[in-house]
């Protein structure tokens, strides 16, 4: 059974990336279910009040994404720019531990939102303005806390696995 937690695990971490990039589900719950599946096969060792911080994250997101337009819930233009910069900036911040790579995932996405912005593909979001930044806040927040939630899986097996 901790084989089976080990991969399903390992597999729903790297779905919500998939899942940040094109958002056929919630990439939050994919990422969340990866730690709570490698925290129950006794492959991670992470605190239960981690856990329920994590997890009540997911529920802000699911709630603020249940408000928002369909169309823009679905939409992909930019996420993998800002995917790509919510990794980055999680695996810089990583270095510095955990509210580092929280604030450093941020960072990234809002990087990469903005270099989106700066493309022929994303001048509609006519960067600086208040379009561009709800569409940061609407695709870049999910986008964090799956990064998040992964990175806190990376961390918490690097320091049991060192």
Known sequence: MNIFLLIAGILLLALS?????RPHFPSVIASYGGLWALSLGDWLDVPMRMLTYWGA??????IITSMQQRTLVKATQGMVHICLGALTGMALGAVGGYALMVVG????????????????GGR???????????YLCAKG??????????????????VEYE
């Not at 509609?124 to 709800?134: E, M, V, W, Y």
């Open 17 to 21: 990336v998939y899942l940040i990039v």
């Open 57 to 62: 994250m997911v529920v802000v997101v699911l």
């Open 105 to 120: 995932a941020a960072v990234g996405a809002t990087l990469g939102a903005v270099v989106f912005a700066r493309t022929p």
């Open 124 to 134: 509609g979001l006519d960067f600086p303005s208040q379009r561009f930044l709800q």
């Open 141 to 158: 927040l999910p986008a964090v806390i799956s990064v998040s939630i992964i990175g806190i899986a990376i961390l918490i097996a690097a």
